[in-house]
């Protein structure tokens, strides 16, 4: 009666074994294809943030905030780009108070009857601007030089414009 308690003892400990074995084995397996997945997974989006931010770099490349040259001209200047740069987009966004159909920078007149008012400036570097307008409707682009001149004031200079076709 013993040995066969004992054979029936060894026989269950030895299926649980071999359950336990298995289940840990799956468990490993699972875990082994997770993390490769996981792996995968990291390597794509690195590959993705990379080419992001490649991307980010080639649009911010004309932009003053990473032209070091002209930062560098306007601090040998004794101008504080801190308080410039927002100086030179205020000036122009300031352009949009205006009386009247006609802009003092942009040269088209609204076709809609609003306003044309200059929504969005890059400044390039200690030199150029480009800007976009719009009335709502119509969109178009500027092209704008600036300086400072003597008594430290910001004079604008359209060199060259278009607005775009509408399209329907």
Do not use: C
Request: hydrophobic share 40%; no cysteine.
């Amino acid at each position: 009666m013993k040995q066969r308690v004992f054979m029936y003892l060894f026989i269950f400990s030895l299926l649980l074994i071999i359950f336990q074995y298995v289940n840990s084995k799956n468990i490993i397996d699972k875990y082994e294809k997770d993390i490769n997945s996981y792996n995968a997974s990291v390597q794509e989006n690195t590959k993705i943030i990379e080419a992001l931010e490649e991307e980010n770099f080639e649009l911010s490349y004309f932009n003053i905030d990473r032209n070091q040259d002209a930062i560098d001209y306007f601090e040998s200047q004794g101008y504080d780009t801190d308080e410039l740069i927002p100086a030179i987009k205020e000036g122009l966004y300031n352009m949009n108070d205006y009386k009247g159909d006609d802009h003092p920078i942009v040269p088209f007149v609204s076709l809609t009857g609003t306003k044309l008012v200059i929504n969005k400036i890059r400044i390039l570097n200690h030199k150029w601007v480009v800007a976009n307008f719009t009335d709502g409707q119509y969109w178009g682009e500027i092209f704008l030089t600036y300086e400072i001149d003597a008594n430290n004031e910001l004079k604008y200079k359209l060199v060259e414009y278009f607005m775009y076709p509408k399209l329907n």
